[in-house]
């Protein structure tokens, strides 16, 4: 017995100096606090919208401006545009400053030869487009003269009713006692880092197993998914219009392209342990029917339409994962949005 307590004593001083290791290597690089949560959750609080950043947060490469919005904060006597999305636009993998809207910020002044515009990024990880309630307030906040939608279809598995005609209220602290250990997430970072993607996967293939137990699982979401994408998109269109600013929509890019093919499915499981109550055959199909669903909104809207479905290549090069892009991905995109941005701000002054 005492053999049995020695053991547990010496493994419970090992973890707390690694613990405390951690701690101080994220003090020494980064800055953070040593006794507070420090985590990507750590930079969102609770709102009366669902959630919203934390103003001046930073955790990592993510900072948060005095208004709460990732970036820096927009300057007075400049053209503001609005970009809104998810995780994909908040910018996960790309370099610090290298998320599609801070490169659409710098290109766009760089076609006006001065820095004449702001980007301010709206988006929030995980947000369902139709938080028209969040959206609305940055508007009025800002002003801009343009608003860039960028969905993520993902959002809407499983959603039978739309967002916009209901109430929003604050969702739950998303800090948790994972988040208060520095040490599990030192280990995440090293497993994915040296562990082989074949491990990887087999860990992935036994989360989503778990996951599954007792409940049914979908060959394809069903219309009423996709129709309450398209409404709280259309939500999202009028509340832009409301605040008299123009519209450019975006289809929705992925690492896979139209097909899925062998090479390609290992980075399928990884996107469905996210959503495991859809099987993997089911994503493309869901890609396919709301971006289809974009377009047709922009026909009906007459709103500019960027297809970057079409226009982003699959693959590695442009994403670092299922769907969220690497710093060439980003670059390809903020240059397929610049040209709308300029000719729907043509002429426009900041007031």
Same mark, same amino acid.
């Given at each position: 017995?005492?053999?049995?307590?020695?053991?547990?004593?010496?493994?419970?001083?090992?973890?707390?100096?690694?613990?405390?290791?951690? &701690?101080?290597?994220?003090?020494?690089?980064?800055?953070?606090?040593?006794?507070?949560?420090?985590?990507?959750?750590?930079?969102?609080?609770?709102?009366?919208?669902?959630?919203?950043?934390?103003?001046?947060? &930073?955790?990592?490469?993510?900072?948060?401006?005095?208004?709460?919005?990732?970036?820096?904060?927009?300057?007075?006597?400049?053209?503001?545009?609005?970009?809104?999305?998810?995780?994909? #636009?908040?910018?996960?993998?790309?370099?610090?400053?290298?998320?599609?809207? &801070?490169?659409?910020?710098?290109?766009? +002044?760089?076609?006006?030869?001065?820095?004449?515009?702001?980007?301010?990024?709206?988006?929030?990880?995980?947000?369902?487009?139709?938080?028209?309630?969040?959206?609305? &307030?940055?508007? @009025?906040?800002?002003?801009?003269?343009?608003?860039?939608?960028?969905?993520?279809?993902?959002?809407?598995?499983?959603?039978?009713?739309?967002?916009?005609?209901?109430?929003?209220?604050?969702?739950?602290?998303? $800090?948790? =006692?994972?988040?208060?250990?520095?040490?599990?997430?030192?280990?995440?970072?090293?497993?994915?880092?040296? *562990?082989?993607?074949?491990?990887?996967?087999?860990?992935?293939?036994?989360? =989503?197993?778990?996951? $599954?137990?007792?409940?049914?699982?979908?060959?394809?979401?069903?219309?009423?998914?996709?129709?309450?994408? @398209?409404?709280? *998109?259309?939500?999202?269109?009028?509340?832009? %219009?409301?605040?008299?600013?123009?519209?450019?929509?975006?289809? %929705?890019? #992925?690492?896979?392209?139209?097909?899925?093919?062998?090479?390609?499915?290992?980075?399928? #499981?990884?996107?469905?342990?996210?959503?495991?109550?859809?099987?993997?055959?089911?994503?493309?199909?869901?890609?396919?029917? #709301? +971006?289809?669903?974009?377009?047709?909104?922009?026909?009906?809207?007459?709103?500019?339409?960027?297809?970057?479905?079409?226009? =982003?290549?699959?693959?590695?090069?442009?994403?670092?994962?299922?769907?969220?892009?690497?710093?060439?991905?980003?670059? %390809?995109?903020?240059?397929?949005?610049?040209? %709308?941005?300029?000719?729907?701000?043509?002429?426009?002054?900041?007031?």
């Amino acid at each position: 017995m005492k053999r049995i307590l020695s053991c547990l004593i010496y493994a419970a001083l090992g973890l707390g100096t690694m613990e405390m290791a951690a &701690r101080i290597d994220d003090a020494i690089n980064e800055g953070a606090p040593m006794w507070k949560p420090y985590t990507i959750s750590s930079v969102f609080q609770p709102s009366p919208f669902g959630r919203e950043g934390k103003p001046n947060a &930073r955790f990592g490469k993510w900072s948060m401006n005095e208004w709460g919005y990732r970036g820096p904060s927009p300057q007075a006597d400049r053209i503001n545009v609005v970009t809104f999305g998810a995780s994909e #636009t908040f910018g996960i993998y790309e370099s610090p400053d290298h998320e599609y809207p &801070r490169v659409l910020e710098a290109r766009l +002044n760089e076609a006006a030869g001065a820095a004449r515009y702001n980007v301010i990024n709206l988006a929030i990880p995980g947000v369902r487009i139709g938080r028209w309630g969040y959206l609305d &307030r940055g508007i @009025k906040q800002f002003q801009p003269k343009v608003v860039v939608i960028y969905p993520s279809p993902a959002n809407y598995i499983g959603s039978e009713k739309p967002l916009c005609d209901q109430p929003s209220s604050p969702v739950p602290d998303q $800090i948790g =006692i994972k988040d208060r250990i520095r040490l599990t997430g030192k280990i995440e970072q090293l497993s994915k880092k040296v *562990l082989p993607p074949s491990i990887m996967t087999m860990w992935r293939q036994h989360d =989503i197993a778990k996951s $599954i137990q007792g409940i049914a699982v979908m060959d394809k979401v069903p219309d009423s998914n996709i129709q309450s994408f @398209k409404t709280d *998109l259309a939500c999202a269109v009028r509340t832009a %219009h409301q605040a008299g600013a123009k519209v450019v929509l975006a289809t %929705h890019a #992925t690492y896979f392209g139209s097909t899925l093919r062998d090479a390609d499915k290992p980075m399928m #499981t990884a996107w469905r342990r996210f959503y495991p109550d859809l099987k993997e055959e089911g994503f493309l199909d869901l890609e396919l029917r #709301t +971006n289809a669903a974009i377009k047709a909104l922009a026909q009906e809207m007459k709103l500019d339409l960027v297809d970057a479905d079409q226009a =982003i290549p699959p693959g590695p090069g442009n994403f670092a994962d299922f769907v969220h892009f690497t710093d060439a991905g980003s670059a %390809h995109m903020a240059q397929l949005l610049a040209p %709308h941005v300029l000719q729907l701000t043509s002429g426009l002054t900041a007031h």
